[in-house]
């Protein structure tokens, strides 16, 4: 099963991760790590981070995000303390994938307007 990312064949830029996993440290290391992320691992980075966010309301029980990503902590199970944190995580992700879409004059099934065969 292919992530929302990869439908749309979307890689995510280190702005996206910072702004969306909302602890400010250690900027400079983190984005070096990020560089070293292959593109389907920064896709499957930013399909969990969300639900990391929302499960970790209290930033300072959050990892540091360098510490997150040279550990790849995205591949790690969340523990979901409650389900009705994590929805509005989800419903997140997919407004702003359909907003891109949207932008990108598209027909909703491919925000690049490519038509596939």
Known sequence: MSTIF???SIVPIFDDFWEEYQKKVGKVAA???WNKLSPKEKQDCMEVVPLY???TPDKQFRKDPERYLRHKAFYDEIIDRSDRRNRPARDKVQ???EAVARQSGGNGDDPSGRHQP
Do not use: P, R
């Open 53 to 55: 966010v929302a499960s």
């Open 95 to 97: 407004g702003i994938l």
């Open 6 to 8: 990869e439908q749309y």
């Open 31 to 33: 984005e070096k790590w």
